[in-house]
Nanobody, 125 residues
Framework: QVQLVESGGGLVQPGGSLQLSCVAS????????MGWFRQAPGKERDFVAR????????DYADSVKGRFTISRDNAKNTVYLQVNSLKPEDTGVYYC??????????????????WGQGTQVTVSS
């Protein structure tokens, strides 16, 4: 079955950095657009970034533009999210998601068929 496994989260001070990874199995990774979303306690799951199947199209939420970088390695079935200059408001559970239905992915979580279990990112001094 399809599995997406995130890793790389943790506790970091404001201004710090992390690299999140998501390894996919059970699907043809190169035919799936990938997205990263995050969810803070008591809030909805919000779009963070997406990347097209071949990596040529990338899109970011305005709140993370210039600080976060999404990338993918189709040979390793892995999508990454480099998160820099972290702020307390970046705190939340970060999820990766996959969709075979769209070349470019979507900002809507409803468009994704597969989800990982999430990795916690906490930004605090």
């Amino acid at each position: 079955q399809v599995q997406l496994v995130e890793s790389g989260g943790g506790l970091v001070q404001p201004g710090g950095s992390l690299q999140l990874s998501c390894v996919a199995s059970g699907l043809t990774f190169s035919t799936n657009a990938m997205g990263w979303f995050r969810q803070a306690p008591g809030k909805e799951r919000d779009f963070v970034a997406r990347i097209s199947r071949a990596g040529g199209f990338i899109d970011y939420a305005d709140s993370v533009k210039g600080r976060f970088t999404i990338s993918r390695d189709n040979a390793k079935n892995t999508v990454y999210l480099q998160v820099n200059s972290l702020k307390p408001e970046d705190t939340g559970v970060y999820y990766c998601a996959a969709t075979p239905s769209s070349v470019y992915g979507s900002r809507s979580p409803n468009s994704y068929a597969y989800w990982g279990q999430g990795t916690q990112v906490t930004v605090s001094s």
